[in-house]
């Protein structure tokens, strides 16, 4: 049984920062690409930034600059250190990660649990 389990969010000022992690624990072989989405209410579940297992990252635009994605594979851990937040930044964040349980297994998809952030103006 995979879980990946979020921390780190919480109540913050705009202007202020954060740092999510999420670990990943159970039976796992191997971890292809880690990522950190959002959804705001009333929204759609939207990519904030990604990171292969190579390390090549990916953001969304509106968070480039001020967002910053990375990972312990050791740990099996990822992170999302987020500066300069605004309330649009205002929502409830997801893990996700792409990995294989088993070698020679499918590719899985997991999501965590969603921690909030909220940024007050």
């Known amino acids: 049984q995979v879980q990946l389990v979020e921390s780190g969010g919480g109540l913050v000022q705009a202007g202020g920062s954060l740092r999510l992690s999420c670990a990943l624990s159970?039976?796992?072989?191997?971890?292809?690409?880690m990522g950190w989405y959002r959804q705001a209410p009333g929204k759609q579940r939207e990519l904030v930034a990604t990171?292969?297992?190579?390390?090549?990252?990916n953001y969304a635009d509106s968070v480039k600059g001020r967002f910053t994605i990375s990972r312990d594979n050791a740990k099996k851990t990822v992170y999302l250190q987020m500066n300069t937040l605004s309330p649009e930044d205002t929502a409830v964040y997801y893990c996700?990660?792409?990995?294989?349980?088993?070698?020679?297994?499918?590719?899985?998809?997991?999501w965590g649990q969603g921690t909030q952030v909220t940024v007050s103006s």
């Open positions: 996700n990660a792409d990995l294989w349980v088993v070698l020679g297994g499918v590719l899985d998809n997991y």
């Open positions: 159970g039976s796992i072989f191997s971890i292809n690409a």
């Open positions: 990171i292969v297992s190579g390390g090549s990252t």
